[in-house]
């Protein structure tokens, strides 16, 4: 048997989770859409990247518009978000099945 030996990251790509992700709440989010739109943004890179800043922008527009309400803050603009999207082209079966997630808080 073939033993894999590894040596520490140092940099961003070792830091621990905690570093990156701060410990304030978070959800994730996922974009699901017809399986037509899936097909069209697994080949064209351009509407993919044009449909995941309008979840990023919308989903951040109502984050705000929460918080705005919740700790009653002078204006939604105050409120920041900070998020971590990822476009995920595949699912269990090896399918093309574009769809985006967000860790969002």
């Known amino acids: 048997m073939e033993v894999i030996r590894t040596r520490p990251h140092f940099g961003h790509g070792g830091a621990p989770v ?3 992700i701060p410990e304030v709440p978070v959800r994730q989010w996922v974009c699901s859409l017809p ?3 899936r ?3 697994g080949y064209d890179r351009q509407l993919c990247a044009d449909v995941l800043e309008a979840f990023v922008v919308e989903l951040s527009r109502a ?3 929460r918080a705005n309400k919740a700790l009653e803050l ?3 603009t105050r409120a920041h978000t900070g998020a971590v999207s990822v476009v995920q082209r595949g699912d269990s ?3 093309l099945n574009v769809h985006l997630n967000r860790v969002s808080g």
């Open 74 to 76: 002078p204006a939604r």
């Open 93 to 95: 079966a090896l399918r």
């Open 18 to 20: 905690e570093k990156v």
């Open 39 to 41: 097909v069209l943004l």
């Open 35 to 37: 399986w037509r739109l």
């Open 63 to 65: 984050l705000r518009r």
